[in-house]
Every structure is written in C-alpha cells, then in structure tokens.
T-cell receptor, first 111, second 113 residues
Framework: DAGITQSPRHKVTETGTPVTLRCHQTENHRYMYWYRQDPGHGLRLIHYSYGVKDTDKGEVSDGYSVSRSKTEDFLLTLESATSSQTSVYFC??????????FGPGTRLTVT | AQSVTQLGSHVSVSEGALVLLRCNYSSSVPPYLFWYVQYPNQGLQLLLKYTSAATLVKGINGFEAEFKKSETSFHLTKPSAHMSDAAEYFCAVKETSYDKVIFGPGTSLSVIP
C-alpha cells in the first residue's frame, strides 16, 4: 500500500470555526489532491498540487484553501466551516500516468 | 471537456455470476482510463488502468476491462462474482499525463448469495 495518511480521521466542529486537514505521504510523489465525497456526487476535486508551493483549484474550491510547503505534506483548510462542508475528505497522490493512490479519508461533520 | 458516465448506480448479481459494470467516457484524445474500488469506510483502491498499451487490461481480484475506442467505453468485468466483490466501483478518465482525473458517479455492486 502507498504510504499515505490523513489526520484527523474524524472531526466534529461548529459552523464558523477554522479546520485544517492534513495529508502526509512517504512516497515522494509529485502530485497530491484533495477530494470530497458526497452521496450522489461521487468524488469531486477541491484542490491539487503539482509540486512544493504549486497548487491549483479543482471544481469545488470555494471555501477551501491549501498549502504545500514540503513534498510530503498537503494541508486543506476550511477558513470558516459551513454545514455544506460536512463530507468525507480524501487525499490522493500520483505520478504522471500512474493511477492515484488514496488515503483512508477524514470524516468531517460541521454542526 | 472530459466526462465519465456509469450506467446503473446499483447493480446486483448472484454469487458466481458474471459481473459487468459499464463505463463510457467523452474525450477528444485517446485517454487514460482507470477503475477504482471502494469498500465501506475505506479509501479508493486502484483496480486497473489503461494507458494506450493493450486494449484488454487485467487488474487485481480477477477483474479486467476492455478499451473500445469506437464505443468510447471501458467496461469492467469479472467472470464469477464473489461475496467479497460487494463494493462501490468508480470509473475515471484523464486526457493526458498532466491532466486532472475525472471520476464517474460510481456503481454500487451487491452480490447475492
């Protein structure tokens, strides 16, 4: 299995609070991604990174920001959490034409 | 723009029967194609991938998929379903090595004893 971990695995937070999710890899892969998974929507890309300090928006980036200061870490921040951001968040890593390898997910509940 | 459709959000098969999960894509160039499986409360796991080599791709757990350019399809099959195959299956596409991956909505597979 690819060495990819996510923390925390579960989090409950209140509306309006900031939340940061962490993705850590030990594979030295260049590309890292954050997705959210919701019933009826499959996986939707939030942000991705193609190198240290190089990031770009995905299809559902509003309300989210990311940072990648080291190859191994990719942080997803919800500046002010809303109930619509209740979801399961997955991090993934890849190298070019290989498939993506996914982390175990973080279940976030915003009350 | 790339897109992926998966016919049937839920598929049920009997144990030992053929599994067929359908995937069609739209792409302006020969794409990279993937199938992923997700077991309950887990992340996605790569089953197999097509990257312009052989059109019939064999993956893990006895699954295979055939790329048919004329039909823009990449259907997933397994000759004999096992109870452990019950999971959510996602088809995905990207047009080049550098593109983002686009996922289909997923198909939930149930296996009936």
């Amino acid at each position: 299995d690819a060495g990819i971990t996510q923390s925390p695995r579960h989090k409950v937070t209140e509306t309006g609070t900031p939340v940061t999710l962490r993705c850590h890899q030990t594979e030295n892969h260049r590309y890292m991604y954050w997705y959210r998974q919701d019933p009826g929507h499959g996986l939707r890309l939030i942000h991705y990174s193609y190198g240290v300090k190089d990031t770009d928006k995905g299809e559902v980036s509003d309300g989210y920001s990311v940072s990648r200061s080291k190859t191994e870490d990719f942080l997803l921040t919800l500046e002010s959490a809303t109930s619509s951001q209740t979801s399961v968040y997955f991090c993934a890593i890849s190298e070019l034409d290989r498939g993506q390898y996914f982390g175990p997910g973080t279940r976030l509940t915003v009350t | 723009a790339q897109s992926v459709t998966q016919l049937g959000s839920h598929v049920s098969v009997s144990e030992g029967a053929l599994v067929l999960l359908r995937c069609n894509y739209s792409s302006s160039v020969p794409p990279y194609l993937f199938w992923y499986v997700q077991y309950p409360n887990q992340g996605l796991q790569l089953l197999l991938k097509y990257t312009s080599a052989a059109t019939l791709v064999k993956g893990i757990n006895g699954f295979e998929a055939e790329f048919k350019k004329s039909e823009t399809s990449f259907h997933l099959t397994k000759p004999s379903a096992h109870m452990s195959d019950a999971a959510e299956y996602f088809c995905a596409v990207k047009e080049t090595s550098y593109d983002k991956v686009i996922f289909g909505p997923g198909t939930s597979l149930s296996v009936i004893p």
